[in-house]
């Protein structure tokens, strides 16, 4: 018997590695192929003069990221990137958590209401921001027209959504926050009905209202599956160049322009491959920092 | 201190269905440890729920101290309740999980560590006021919601199976733990179990419940020796009672009153021929399990529990019986009590 054992346990390992292998190798191959090497090159042109249309290469050290630091529209993209990434996230955990409240009863036709809350996430990033470009017009947006029919603004003045500053920022804060809400609701979901449903009943005998049992006891539990959340959005925001790219284009006056954006601009349409790069790269060793410490904080929670 | 009624409550969970409690009345006394006793669905919880305010009733009303509390939230009904996983808060030290109801009930702020010290004396954690849930033992978070429960000094304690967490070992510690604690502190107390060696232990007095519906209502020492109906009759004692069906007529008596004939010393018995099929020894005492033998009982089965000095044999036919006095009888159609009557034993 254990002789019978010993056989078939070394034949599966005999055959399990070459199976292994063949398993993750698609894996391997999309990360390093896909994610991995243009990495590595943009590296390589952020300490380069790499420009599109020239076969002239040269080392020049951190020259790049020197002329980066000097110019007020990646300085503007800087502090854009990190207010959207702030304020989205604030709303969209506030809006969530609210939502994933509201959705953890069961009430008639809550799968429907679920399904609902979903689609923004599922929709392409770029065709539901072409629908709020839309919505968001100067002429035709649907929520002007509103406006005016409630008597709300002007008809001869009427708020240019994505032509000011401040509305424009505000716009595309909105936008990120369509997108990310249904996601995070979907994790919050998860969190809260992870908490074992005797602990807010304990709760409510010991004399917590619901402001109580919120803050002290539901929250404070959901804290690493709120970290995994905050993580997420904050570096989905962050990275992302689709909503700003369609809705201003960082316009205008730089005022919606972010890193992602300014990277693909300069280093894309404007030929400077090596500036973009550098833009794209200064980026990462905070996101790893940040990534860390939201990790950290999961981990804490979750041990204790 | 308060005493809790309940009058007619009734909870059904869908419309149409039977419901997982039916009218139950009850009265219970000041100070009494009374225990809600039956198999799993029995409902008890439910009832116990309904007591506390998490569960709302379909009708009838619940009762403390005299006023009608229905529509009351848990926090206005002056209740505690420790739970069967102790529901501790996992995020917070044990000082701040104690502590936790006196915040909510906005205690005033200069009582707090007075109070929280006094309950952890009462039960013995004052050295662990610092640790997280998790680096405590069952029998330490026991007390730990025990001491949760005390601190804001309630009118009733609602325990609900708080023992069947622990091993066997600390069960039987952390039940006379209990005891004691309830013996000093005097709070009514209604206590939920589907352990019946438990509800014999604490009860001041059990209720037996079956699918929603109070069986009995008394005394450890009535349901054991009186019980009104064949559901409490087995549901009671381990081994459970023997049942024999006479025609219309069903005989109980319990396997420690079933004895070889010359060991029962009163006069007025009922003989039977048992043949033994099957014997346990247990240490202090024997378990013979066998058929009756002959008269209008042949070959119904029989639990025997003995206490040592004889040796039994199976296959082997003994002449055994049943004091008169300790038989009880039953409706076979109702399964209820009936008064006793002479039976035709051959």
């Known amino acids: ?304 | 201190m308060a005493v809790v009624e309940t009058r007619k409550l009734t909870k059904v969970f869908k419309q149409g269905e039977l419901g997982a409690v039916n009218e139950v009345d009850l009265i219970i006394r000041e100070g009494e440890f009374l225990v809600f006793l039956g198999p799993s669905g029995s409902g008890k919880t439910t009832l116990l729920r309904m007591i506390s305010g998490l569960e709302h009733p379909t009708s009838g009303e619940i009762l403390i101290g005299g006023k009608v509390v229905n529509d009351l939230t848990p926090r206005e009904r002056r209740i505690a309740m420790v739970f069967q996983s102790y529901a501790l808060y996992p995020h917070l030290s044990v000082y701040n999980n104690i502590v936790f109801p006196l915040k909510a009930q906005k205690v005033p702020k200069n009582l707090h560590k007075e109070k929280v010290e006094w309950a952890a004396s009462l039960l013995g954690i004052s050295g662990l006021l610092q640790r997280k849930p998790r680096e405590l033992s069952g029998g330490e978070r026991q007390r730990v919601a025990l001491a949760r429960a005390i601190v804001r000094e309630p009118a009733v304690f609602l325990l609900d199976e708080p023992l069947s967490n622990l091993d066997a070992k600390l069960r039987l510690s952390a039940r006379e733990e209990l005891e004691r604690f309830h013996r000093r502190v005097g709070t009514t107390t209604i206590y939920v179990t589907h352990d019946q060696v438990e509800a014999m232990a604490m009860g001041d007095r059990i209720m037996v419940l079956n699918k929603g519906v109070v069986r009995q209502l008394g005394t450890p020492k009535e349901v054991y020796d009186d019980p009104a109906d064949t559901f409490v009759a087995t549901f009671l004692g381990s081994p459970p009672m023997n049942l024999i069906e006479y025609g219309d007529i069903t005989i109980g008596f319990r396997p420690e009153h079933f004895r070889l004939a010359e060991d029962v010393k009163e006069t007025d018995k009922v003989p039977f021929k048992f043949r033994v099929e099957n014997v346990e020894y247990l240490g202090a005492e024997f378990i013979l399990s066998g058929l009756l033998v002959g008269g209008k009982a042949d070959g119904k089965k029989v639990i025997a529990r003995l206490l040592l000095g004889h040796s039994y044999e199976v296959g082997v036919t003994y002449d055994f019986a049943v004091p008169q006095q300790q038989l009880k009888y039953f409706d076979t159609a109702t399964q209820k009590k009936v008064p006793a009557r002479a039976i035709a034993w051959q």
């Open chain 1, 1 to 304: 018997m254990a002789v019978g054992t010993a056989k078939i346990k070394s034949a599966g390992a005999a055959q399990s590695p070459m199976l292994g292998i063949a398993m993750f190798s698609p894996a391997v191959l999309y990360i390093v192929l896909l994610i991995g090497a243009p990495f590595c090159m943009a590296i390589f042109y952020a300490f380069s003069d790499a420009r599109i249309g020239s076969n002239q290469l040269h080392f020049v050290g951190l020259e790049n990221f020197r002329s980066i630091l000097q110019s007020p529209s990646f300085r503007q993209a800087i502090k854009n990137s990190v207010i959207f990434t702030i304020c989205a996230q604030i709303i969209v955990l506030v809006c969530s958590n609210i939502l994933s409240i509201a959705l953890e009863k069961p009430f008639r036709g809550r799968g429907f209401v679920r399904f609902l809350i979903l689609l923004p996430w599922v929709a392409p990033v770029s065709l539901g921001t072409i629908g709020w470009k839309w919505i968001l017009d100067s002429i035709y947006s649907v929520i002007t027209w509103l406006l005016i029919w409630l008597g709300f603004v002007n008809r001869f003045t009427p708020p240019m959504w994505l032509g000011e500053e401040k509305l424009a920022m505000a716009s595309v804060i909105l936008v990120h926050c369509w997108r990310l809400i249904p996601f995070s609701t979907v994790i919050l979901l998860a969190g809260r009905t992870a908490i074992p449903k005797e602990i807010p009943e304990a709760a409510s005998i010991d004399g917590a209202g619901f402001w109580r049992t919120l803050f002290q006891i539901n929250l404070p539990m959901m804290v690493p599956i709120l970290s995994v959340a905050v993580l997420f959005g904050t570096i989905f925001t962050f990275t992302d160049m689709t909503v700003v790219y369609i809705l201003t284009n960082g316009g205008p006056y730089d005022s919606t322009q972010t890193l992602p954006n300014l990277a693909f601009s300069q280093g894309i349409q404007g030929s400077d491959l090596a500036a973009g790069a550098a833009i794209s790269v200064f980026l990462v060793p905070v996101l790893i920092l940040i990534a860390y410490g939201m990790l950290r904080v999961a981990h804490r929670a979750e041990v204790n």
